[in-house]
């Protein structure tokens, strides 16, 4: 916490505070991110380049004939190959999707002269410039995107009356990615989202452990357990399709959809799930980025976990390269929707990001030049902060894991033309708010300039007391009001307990661990966990008691506990509900976190909850 008025947070109506959200029943302190723990152990990293070739091989979009060109720096071509006279050919392979194996198919090779007009059917490419008569002899080798013209239909023309107007909306997704961290590790992208009309949700709580259940309540409205017993198991093949994803009611609206992420092998919607069989978006990247990290060479930086080059650019500027060149063709003409999410530069490192700071500014600033905050709502966001690591070590370790980057842009006509939307926003930055919220929001957005005047969408299904961030919320809410488990709940504040009579919650825990690989029948392949440790022991003060007071003793209390078994040297954090008189403890088992890595001991199993508990026995 902040120990001096120079660090404190600064509310704009009544001055410094002590507490992102205050109220009498949500208390969410403010952190320090450069307090002394955190400073520490922070060192930033330097951004490094993929290559300083110049594209010998460029798409250039021509707007008199609404196709792409694929131009060729002729000059460059003499310059690799020493001389203006030898001859050279390219071509290129069209990438295409194969909705059968989550993959893609590549087309037979396509030779082309400059300025070649791309078909229209070409979604993404990879191209190869080669020497005459050498096809090994590569000059360079590249690989394309292409956000290919769509003809408005008269569902989907922009109007300019603001009473009719539909606004873009556009989500610009970091993982993993606290909004401590953020102001930690990126300030100056930081001090962008602080400029006039950005208004960050500083009450915004995760409402689940990793991407997956926080994009879903996000993009459905729905809770993983929900969506699983009210629709269909996500597990089987072609479930996923049938998910009342927010952009099939955008694209029922009238807009154009785009959906991209990077880092394939580990991507929300095909991580240990089948994924989509019919393909989910108007423009959807999956495909070329799958080829695209197959077909060209991939290199990391010695700090990097996963690939941080994919030939000669940074793995997740094809992501915003997309996304770039989908507002750019479409954001003055039409309505559009585009989530566009990254993984590669921050999953694993919660340093990275501070490599990437100036890379990020310069996409937000190009969304400038491209007249996106004229036109456009973005939303710049995260799904949850580090869940693992040495940021979850220090006092403020709660707070980042469960506090994640939520920013939110209104263009001026919106906030002209909805001042009472605007004002509820600017209220609710200080509210407690939550995913379920937020897709309130993205539907209340669709429904701007219906005429009818009840809702044709129906709000969020798991969260009945939530609703748009264009509401304003409840000074007095709870995290139960806003569809938030106590597990991941940041309102009530936890005090570390060191008596002897706590180190009996850890061993329970990890008995309920291990019952639980038994009744899943994993006890063959999955180490019986013991404890090593106990790194801390945290008991819930309620609201209405002074934390600063001497705790007392009680019978039955909520604690927080943090451990590590002997088996892997994994850490694992839980809430639980502990009995002193007859020493058993109560809590749900998806809502144990493991806190530490599992992706090299957790092989032998396949369902995500598994993942979290086992430890195989073939990585001992």
């Avoid at 000074?475 to 009001?481: G, V």
């Amino acid at each position: 916490m902040a120990s001096d008025l120079s660090n404190i947070l600064e509310d704009e109506d009544s001055g410094p505070t002590l507490y992102f959200v205050d109220s009498s029943k949500c208390k969410i302190p403010y952190v320090d991110p450069f307090d002394a723990a955190a400073t520490a152990i922070y060192k930033p990293l330097v951004f490094e380049s993929c290559s300083n070739d110049t594209g010998l091989v460029t798409p250039i979009y021509n707007e008199a004939i609404k196709h792409y060109v694929l131009h060729i720096n002729e000059t460059l071509a003499s310059q690799i190959l020493n001389s203006s006279n030898i001859e050279y050919n390219c071509y290129y392979q069209e990438v295409v999707r194969n909705a059968k194996k989550d993959g893609y198919d590549v087309k037979e090779a396509k030779y082309f002269s400059q300025d070649f007009v791309v078909p229209r059917h070409v979604q993404g490419l990879v191209s190869t410039c080669h020497r005459l008569g050498n096809a090994s002899h590569i000059l360079q080798a590249d690989a394309f995107t292409l956000i290919q013209y769509a003809e408005p239909s008269s569902k989907n023309q922009s109007s300019q009356d603001p009473s009719r107007r539909k606004p873009s909306v556009i989500m610009f997704g970091i993982d993993n990615l606290s909004r401590i961290n953020l102001r930690r590790t990126m300030p100056k992208v930081y001090n962008f989202l602080t400029r006039k009309g950005w208004y960050e949700m500083q009450g915004y709580n995760k409402i689940g452990d990793n991407t997956f259940p926080n994009l879903m309540a996000i993009l459905t409205g729905h809770s993983l357990d929900s969506a699983k017993d009210n629709i269909c198991d996500f597990k089987k093949r072609g479930c996923m399709d049938k998910y009342p994803f927010v952009w099939n009611l955008f694209r029922e609206a009238g807009y154009l959809t785009a959906l991209a992420e990077d880092e394939p092998s580990i991507s929300t919607f095909n991580y240990v799930k089948p994924g989509f069989v019919e393909q989910p978006t108007d423009y959807y990247q999956r495909p070329s980025q799958k080829a695209f990290e197959t077909l060209l060479p991939q290199w990391k930086c010695p700090e990097c976990t996963m690939k941080y080059c994919i030939g000669r650019r940074i793995t997740s500027s094809y992501i915003y390269d997309f996304g770039s060149e989908f507002v750019r063709r479409y954001v003055d003409e039409r309505p559009i929707w585009g989530l566009f999410w990254t993984n590669s530069f921050s999953h694993d490192n919660y340093r990275m990001p501070s490599k990437m700071e100036d890379f990020v500014l310069q996409y937000l600033l190009d969304f400038e030049a491209d007249g996106v905050y004229e036109q456009s709502i973005v939303i710049f966001l995260s799904d949850h902060g580090n869940r693992y690591g040495q940021l979850l070590d220090l006092p403020s370790g709660f707070l980042e894991n469960r506090l994640p980057t939520m920013f939110i842009y209104l263009p001026p006509w919106f906030r002209a033309h909805y001042p009472e939307y605007t004002r509820a926003l600017q209220q609710n930055k200080r509210r407690l708010t939550s995913n379920y919220d937020l897709y309130n929001t993205l539907v209340h957005l669709i429904e701007l300039g219906n005429p009818e005047k009840t809702p044709r969408w129906p709000r969020a299904s798991s969260c009945p007391k939530c609703h748009s961030l264009f509401e304003v919320a409840d000074e007095e809410r709870s995290c139960e009001d806003a569809g938030i488990p106590e597990h991941y709940c940041t309102c009530v504040p936890f005090k570390t307990v060191s008596a002897k009579w706590t180190e009996r919650i850890a061993p329970l825990v990890i008995r309920n661990i291990n019952g639980y690989l038994e009744e899943r029948n994993l006890t063959g392949i999955c180490a019986n966990l013991t404890l090593h440790y106990i790194h801390r022991t945290e008991m819930k003060i309620d609201l209405d008691k002074n934390y600063h007071e001497e705790s007392p003793f009680v019978e039955v209390a909520v604690y927080r506990t943090k451990f590590k078994v002997k088996q892997g040297s994994a850490d694992f954090e839980a809430t639980v509900s502990f009995n002193n008189a007859t020493e058993t403890v109560e809590v749900e088992m998806p809502s144990i976190s493991r806190v530490s890595s599992y992706e090299k001991t957790a092989k032998c199993v396949e369902n995500k909850i598994d993942r979290l508990y086992c430890i195989c026995l073939s990585s001992l």
